[in-house]
């Protein structure tokens, strides 16, 4: 396994040969082959194949998350996007039957029965889940997916627009969003849509393919749908598709109006006629923020911050900055958005991201600390199924992170006012997120249960959706770039389905800080032992070991948009 730097110290895999090659395919297999040859004979055998199984699952994983690290470090350069393809199609992905066998293996086993059921349960209602998804035609349609999904980092990696006679990012260009010229902010805003309406074509038919590979998976499991197929694949066995559209309901009924009161006020300060585009983020005082002028502070800072929280996660950050595994700035040709990724055999992780130096850094980097402590927490689990926890777990630690850091952000700003205008922002971004959370799950619920749809149609569907959560944003003259503006949203092309996590771990984040405001050491110790469970246990129960409830209902939402009021007005 090739590393990224030389400072890096890899821990070997327990199970795994001196002298393997993850890079062959003929040593992968030979492992697989080895470790399947013979039933399991009793239940201690049984456990034995699931931790030989999640040694090689975790070092493919790790060679995966690598690969995935150059590719979106140096996105215009064809060969890292290459590499992470030809491993996936190659390697990564001709082993799955291999991993479906040991799955087989477990489940058909009789020994299963002498499993102790509270640690044993929830392993064999995942593995079940596998195993009735599981179809071996799909795996070529998934290596064509995969390398599609790819071109759209690699697409926006090379958006760039010229102002102020300098050549701008996407992700530069958002940071006119604060500046106090409308005209400036407007023309900004201009540009960096007119960059996705000029690939508007190509991002469509992109999209249609991705669609269509996963319209076919969608008939290859014999689901009506590829909306339900994904529910079952993403393992949502704590709620139905029916009550993720009553969330969308519930934040239409409940956040919505919230959100439209504060932008009734903003549009009363700006004094203007009408709420734009480029209107929403704006300093209403005039003033923005700047948390820091370097990479280095910005990472500083950071570890001071988490050293206040538990200093196990300033060690964690700092190591993590000491070797490497950390890439923050933002520069042409790197692939948009954020992400930490769990390095297993260093147990720790890398995270990513694109700063431009505003306020949004500062949540972001806190926000993949949360998921880097996540990635450390499950260092000691031996079976691969419960150290990867699904997206409602793994969410729930990071936005939490950011929640419960907020309390020490004056370590970014030591002048009291940017203090606490930087705790209201983040107070109001809780809620304010959550109606285009909606919004991004309502439009793939959408696309996916209308298989067959023109590039217009999904346009105009999504514009109906779109005004369905508006907060009395104006539009007008401006229908074209608000027919594309999903377009700018990765997850829609990536990682389908994976956005209405975000929703349900804000509400929990939030109601971990109202315990916290409570009882600060209880709510923190309830938040580690949370992070050291991994995915041992069902949604529902890790959530209640955060000390909270997996519950996005009305009543719930209402109840919180109380509290954030009430914090906001104690500010």
């Known amino acids: 396994m090739i590393l990224t730097n030389e400072k890096l110290h890899p821990i070997p895999f327990t199970n795994i040969p001196a002298g393997f090659q993850i890079e062959a395919l003929q ?6 082959e080895q470790i399947t040859s013979t039933a399991p004979q009793n239940a201690t055998e049984l456990i034995t194949l699931m931790e030989k199984s999640s040694d090689i699952s975790a070092a493919l994983s790790d060679e995966l998350s690598w690969r995935y690290i150059r590719m979106t470090c140096h996105a215009d350069d064809e060969t890292f996007e290459k590499a992470y393809n030809d491993f996936y199609s190659n390697i990564f992905a001709p082993t799955e039957p291999y991993r479906f066998e040991v799955q087989k293996l477990f489940y058909e086993s009789p020994y299963r029965d002498d499993l102790d059921p509270e640690l044993y349960l929830h ?13 071996e ?5 998934k290596i064509q997916e995969s390398e599609l999904a790819n071109r759209y980092g690699g697409s926006v990696s090379k958006m760039t627009a010229m102002i102020d006679g300098q050549e701008k990012t996407v992700s530069q260009l958002s940071v006119y969003m604060h500046e106090q010229d409308r005209a400036k902010r407007e023309e900004a805003w201009r540009l960096r849509m007119g960059c996705y309406a000029d690939r508007q074509v190509d991002l469509d038919a ?40 009553q969330f969308h309901d519930s934040v239409a009924t409940v956040v919505v109006p919230f959100i439209k009161e504060l932008n009734q006020h903003r549009q009363s300060v700006l004094g203007v006629e009408s709420l734009r585009p480029w209107d929403t983020t704006v300093d209403l005082d005039g003033i923005q923020l700047k948390p820091f002028e370097t990479t280095a502070e910005f990472i500083d800072k950071a570890i001071i911050i988490l050293n206040k929280i538990n200093p196990r996660y300033a060690l964690q950050l700092e190591m993590m900055n000491n070797t490497g595994l950390l890439d923050l700035e933002n520069h042409k040709g790197k692939a948009p958005g954020g992400y930490n990724t769990g390095i297993n055999n260093l147990a720790s992780s890398f995270i990513f991201m694109n700063h431009v130096k505003l306020h949004n850094d500062v949540v972001t980097l806190l926000h993949e600390a949360g998921h880097a402590m996540h990635s450390t927490a499950v260092k000691d ?18 936005m939490t992170m950011e929640l419960l850091s907020m309390d020490y952000w004056n370590e970014y700003y030591p002048n009291a006012a940017d203090f606490k205008k930087a705790k209201k922002d983040q107070l109001i971004g809780t809620l304010s997120f959550l109606p285009w959370c909606m919004n991004v799950d309502a439009f793939q619920h959408w696309i996916y249960l209308h298989p067959i749809h023109t590039p217009a149609e999904r346009a105009q569907a999504f514009v109906e959706i779109n005004n369905r959560f508006s907060s009395g944003i104006d539009w007008s003259d401006l229908e074209e770039y608000h027919k594309i503006l999903w377009m700018s949203q990765l997850h829609i092309f990536e990682v389908p389905f994976y956005y209405i996590e975000y929703g349900m771990a804000q509400l929990g984040a939030l109601s971990i800080y109202m315990n916290y405001r409570k009882n600060p050491e209880q709510a923190l110790k309830a938040y580690d032992e949370f992070l050291n469970l991994g995915y041992s246990k069902p949604v529902s129960e890790l959530y209640l070991a955060a000390g909270i409830k997996f519950d996005f209902s009305e009543e719930r939402i209402r109840e919180l948009v109380e509290f954030v009021r009430s914090e906001i007005e104690n500010l």
């Open 381 to 398: 689990i031996t079976i691969d199924f419960y150290r990867e926890p699904p997206s409602e777990v793994a969410e729930l630690a990071s």
């Open 27 to 32: 040593d992968v297999k030979a492992y697989y």
């Open 123 to 135: 392993l064999e209602q995942i593995i079940s889940n596998e195993i009735q998804l599981y179809r």
């Open 137 to 141: 035609e799909n795996i070529p349609i």
């Open 206 to 245: 992109l999209f249609d393919e991705l669609r269509n590979l996963r319209n076919q998976i969608t008939a290859n499991t014999g689901f009506d749908n590829y909306r339900d197929y994904m529910h079952k694949s993403m393992g949502r066995f704590s709620y139905t598709p029916d009550d993720l559209l």
